[in-house]
Nanobody, 118 residues
């Protein structure tokens, strides 16, 4: 099992930037895919970005060119750099991990709130 803890959320003006962090502990050697999800009020949770063990990345169309997922293996931490933020990016952001390339994510963080507003 992997324990995940997000940080870095907050209030930012439209057009601004934030970097979310997700610290991992536990059986991190088992992680095949890491991902960032978000859930806005009244909406379903959606996958924002993911990265495989080999470094392949995938992004939702709504964030392509604005968000970047990365990881620092020396710190057991993954990141989501968010630029050119829009009010519609407002949501609770979660990091997640899974031990297989297909199927459901097994482990989740507690979430961090991101609010984009003037």
């Amino acid at each position: 099992q992997v324990q995940l803890a997000e940080s870095g959320g907050g209030l930012v003006q439209p057009g601004g930037s934030l970097r979310l962090s997700c610290a991992a502990s536990g059986s991190i050697y088992s992680i095949a895919v890491i991902g960032w999800f978000r859930q806005a009020p009244g909406k379903q949770r959606e996958l924002v970005a993911s990265m495989t063990r080999g470094g392949s990345t995938n992004y939702a169309d709504s964030v392509k060119g604005r968000f970047t997922i990365s990881r620092d293996n020396t710190k057991n931490t993954m990141y989501l750099q968010m630029n050119s933020l829009k009010p519609e990016d407002t949501a609770v952001y979660y990091c997640a991990a899974k031990s297989t390339y297909y199927g459901r994510y097994d482990d989740w963080g507690q979430g961090t709130q991101v609010t984009v507003s003037s």
